[in-house]
């Protein structure tokens, strides 16, 4: 590889090119390959700069955000928005797929080469486990945009995406199973755990993997699997190493900003320049916020010309993979689910208490308290739709729950994606299939 892009972090947490011709190239050409610890932290940091920005397009496809039609790029995004995978024009934006696959490039060489090269030391083992962690993030996301969602009885059946774990860039691979594929992240996540060091990540290097985030990471598969005993057990593991929340009341940055006191990760920018720019907030959306109680609903949006727009995006300041509310979310879902319904109140409650003014959780908590389980299943789930708008968790929240009808209107006529659709399952790129007859 001849160049590779450097994640480096300043005052905030910033993309930059940085040449790095001395690396990943063959010896008898007069370079060299990476061999310390100093070397095999660039090729990481590489990995983590080349980790696609694929959430931002999910948003177009949820019912968050409908597109500003008066904008030149609108032509650009219009066909996600219109859930057509196949057959597309040449200049719709497409799901990444290349990017995934040299970010595990990268991540495949530490592993396999850094492992026997690196001396050993506890930043070798940091580096290691972050490969590991990393690895098995890109391929639950990957899995997760272009595989059915997981379901136990058909996940060996499923098809999901390839496995790549070696370092040839030209190795035709085969699409590998669901449950492959998660098989894959466990015993990754497994490698990463056993070898991790950092607990958690300072500010402005919290795009990296900690023991923290990993406890996280193992809560949010655990929530897509169904395993309700694993997620409030890895949400309670995560929250016992860090479990602040951010008062709205008083917080100055919302709760998605990478220096929030929730941040536990902050690598994906699930709201790039493009949803800020393009998106505007659905009615649906906005009609789901007490807007003089809710003070989410002033720290994350903002009328122009009677319409919302999104204010908590925008810009790499409000990168988020992991961040503690969405732990005490998992937890009460998964307390839900063992039927433990006053308990799960309680642990969502505690997020609540920290979102509404003091009148406005008062009467919340009354209403919350006088629910039962199907209501509370319910409300729980347009919690999430409020507390994570625009964050990357609605499209992947409704793939793995109701799967429910949406209609956007777009240059004056409806599309509608219908409850169950097959669309919900995202096509590989027609780039990806020209290249590959094996998909």
Same mark, same amino acid.
């Given at each position: 590889?001849?160049?590779?892009?450097? @994640?480096?972090?300043?005052?905030?947490?910033?993309?930059?090119?940085?040449?790095?011709?001395?690396?990943?190239?063959?010896? #008898? =050409?007069?370079?060299?390959? #990476?061999?310390?610890?100093?070397?095999?932290?660039?090729?990481?940091?590489?990995?983590?700069?080349?980790?696609?920005?694929?959430?931002?397009?999910?948003?177009?496809?949820? $019912?968050?955000?409908?597109?500003?039609?008066?904008?030149?790029?609108?032509?650009?995004?219009?066909?996600?928005?219109?859930?057509?995978?196949?057959?597309?024009?040449?200049?719709?934006? =497409?799901?990444?797929?290349?990017?995934?696959?040299?970010?595990?490039?990268?991540?495949?060489?530490?592993?396999?080469?850094?492992?026997?090269?690196?001396?050993?030391?506890?930043?070798?083992?940091?580096?290691?486990?972050?490969?590991?962690?990393?690895?098995?993030?890109?391929?639950?996301?990957?899995?997760?945009?272009?595989?059915?969602?997981?379901?136990?009885?058909?996940?060996?059946?499923?098809?999901?995406?390839?496995?790549?774990?070696?370092?040839?860039?030209?190795?035709?691979?085969? #699409?590998?199973?669901?449950?492959?594929?998660?098989?894959?992240?466990?015993?990754?996540?497994?490698?990463? &755990?056993?070898?991790?060091?950092? +607990?958690?990540?300072?500010?402005?290097?919290?795009? !990296?993997?900690?023991?923290?985030?990993?406890?996280? @990471?193992?809560?949010?598969?655990?929530?897509?699997?169904?395993?309700?005993?694993?997620?409030?057990?890895?949400?309670?593991?995560?929250?016992?190493?860090?479990?602040?929340?951010?008062?709205?009341?008083?917080?100055?940055?919302?709760?998605?900003?990478?220096?929030?006191?929730?941040?536990?990760?902050?690598?994906?920018?699930?709201?790039?320049?493009?949803?800020?720019?393009?998106?505007?907030?659905?009615?649906?959306?906005?009609?789901?916020?007490?807007?003089?109680? $809710?003070?989410?609903?002033?720290?994350?949006? =903002?009328?122009?010309?009677?319409?919302?727009?999104?204010?908590?995006?925008?810009?790499?300041?409000?990168?988020?993979?992991?961040?503690?509310?969405?732990?005490? @979310?998992?937890?009460? +879902?998964?307390?839900?689910?063992?039927?433990?319904?006053?308990?799960?109140? =309680?642990?969502?409650?505690?997020?609540?208490?920290?979102?509404?003014?003091?009148?406005?959780?008062?009467?919340?908590?009354?209403?919350?308290?006088?629910?039962?389980?199907?209501?509370?299943?319910?409300?729980?789930?347009? &919690?999430?739709?409020?507390?994570?708008?625009? &964050?990357?968790? !609605?499209? @992947?929240?409704? !793939? !793995?729950?109701?799967?429910?009808?949406?209609?956007?209107?777009?240059?004056?006529? &409806?599309?509608?994606?219908?409850?169950?659709?097959?669309?919900?399952?995202?096509?590989?790129?027609?780039?990806?299939?020209?290249?590959? #007859?094996?998909?």
């Amino acid at each position: 590889m001849k160049k590779i892009t450097l @994640f480096i972090a300043l005052a905030v947490i910033s993309l930059t090119s940085v040449s790095c011709d001395r690396f990943l190239d063959i010896q #008898p =050409e007069g370079k060299v390959i #990476p061999v310390t610890v100093e070397d095999y932290r660039k090729v990481l940091t590489s990995a983590y700069s080349k980790y696609p920005t694929h959430k931002s397009l999910t948003a177009f496809r949820t $019912d968050e955000v409908y597109l500003n039609e008066n904008l030149t790029e609108f032509n650009v995004y219009r066909e996600l928005a219109m859930w057509k995978d196949s057959n597309y024009d040449s200049g719709t934006a =497409e799901y990444p797929w290349v990017n995934f696959y040299m970010t595990a490039f990268y991540l495949n060489q530490i592993i396999n080469e850094g492992s026997k090269t690196m001396s050993n030391s506890p930043e070798k083992q940091q580096i290691l486990a972050e490969a590991y962690a990393l690895r098995a993030y890109l391929y639950f996301d990957m899995v997760n945009l272009y595989g059915k969602h997981f379901n136990s009885a058909t996940a060996a059946s499923d098809r999901g995406v390839p496995i790549n774990l070696e370092t040839d860039l030209e190795e035709v691979l085969k #699409p590998s199973s669901v449950l492959e594929v998660y098989n894959q992240v466990h015993a990754d996540v497994k490698k990463a &755990e056993e070898l991790m060091v950092q +607990e958690q990540q300072v500010s402005g290097v919290n795009y !990296r993997f900690s023991k923290v985030a990993i406890k996280a @990471f193992q809560a949010r598969i655990a929530l897509y699997q169904g395993d309700w005993d694993a997620a409030r057990t890895y949400s309670d593991q995560a929250l016992a190493i860090k479990s602040t929340l951010s008062n709205l009341n008083t917080a100055n940055v919302a709760p998605n900003h990478y220096t929030s006191v929730e941040s536990i990760m902050a690598l994906d920018n699930p709201a790039d320049m493009n949803v800020q720019n393009l998106g505007i907030i659905s009615p649906e959306l906005i009609s789901k916020y007490d807007n003089t109680s $809710d003070k989410r609903f002033v720290m994350y949006f =903002e009328k122009k010309n009677n319409l919302y727009k999104l204010i908590k995006g925008g810009s790499t300041n409000f990168r988020v993979s992991f961040r503690t509310a969405e732990l005490y @979310f998992i937890k009460s +879902e998964a307390l839900l689910k063992l039927n433990r319904l006053d308990e799960a109140k =309680e642990t969502l409650l505690t997020v609540l208490k920290n979102r509404y003014t003091a009148n406005g959780y008062t009467s919340v908590q009354s209403q919350v308290n006088a629910m039962n389980a199907a209501d509370f299943t319910n409300y729980i789930m347009d &919690e999430r739709f409020r507390e994570f708008a625009l &964050e990357g968790h !609605r499209w @992947f929240d409704l !793939r !793995r729950t109701s799967q429910k009808k949406i209609v956007h209107t777009i240059s004056g006529k &409806e599309y509608i994606l219908q409850q169950n659709d097959p669309r919900y399952t995202i096509e590989y790129p027609m780039s990806a299939k020209k290249n590959n #007859p094996n998909l």
